[in-house]
């Protein structure tokens, strides 16, 4: 290979890793804008032209990066989840590995709602994403999935003779409710923290002699 095509690819290289880096920064700063303007609006007024102007960016950039409103709702409450997930699984207990399913299940759930306070315009937005999608349910988002998911399984290691996968959805239904929705836009999660904690402990304990 001659010195120039060696030069060549070495410029090419810059390029790329020079184009990765401000892709990667125009995502945050595309989800900064983003989670900023759902903590000051509702989000029905939290457009994409509005947050390319918040982000700099011009609003092709944002299409580009997330394909749309729907796109970019998914992704800022994705990066919220993953907090969360990855919390579930490497963490300490009760919310990690090593607790009782009772305080992981109490744990979990008291961490839900605190996520639903701090991102309450975004668990908003994110529903009516996903509710309009074109023939797409909430319980087939990822993030419910895994929800679910955990929930079943914490509930069928404490309570083997239930229906777990059930209960589990009448559990996380509840964040759907517009009295508990409300309550979590005005950044009031103790009282549905301490709500499901009394529901967990009823239904564990109902199952002991």
Request: aromatic share 4%; glycine share 10%; net charge positive.
């Amino acid at each position: 290979m001659d010195r120039w095509s060696i030069l060549s690819m070495g410029k090419n290289c810059r390029m790329e890793r020079r184009e990765r880096a401000d892709a990667a920064r125009n995502r945050q700063a595309i989800l900064r804008a983003a989670e900023e303007l759902l903590r000051r609006h509702p989000p029905e007024q939290v457009s994409v032209e509005r947050v390319a102007t918040a982000a700099g960016v011009g609003k092709g950039t944002v299409f580009h990066r997330f394909g749309s409103r729907t796109g970019l709702m998914r992704e800022l409450m994705a990066e919220r989840a993953r907090e969360l997930e990855q919390a579930v699984a490497e963490g300490p207990p009760p919310l990690g590995p090593g607790a009782e399913p009772e305080a992981r299940l109490v744990a979990f759930l008291a961490r839900v709602a605190e996520l639903g306070a701090r991102n309450g315009n975004l668990m908003a937005a994110h529903e009516h994403a996903v509710l309009t999608a074109k023939g797409e349910r909430r319980e087939d988002n990822p993030i419910y999935v895994s929800w679910h998911r955990h929930v079943s399984r914490l509930i069928a290691e404490g309570r083997p003779d239930v229906d777990a996968e059930e209960i589990a959805h009448m559990l996380l239904g509840t964040l759907h409710m517009e009295p508990i929705a409300s309550q979590l836009r005005a950044g009031e999660h103790e009282r549905l923290a301490a709500g499901f904690a009394d529901l967990v402990k009823g239904l564990f304990r109902g199952g002991r002699a």
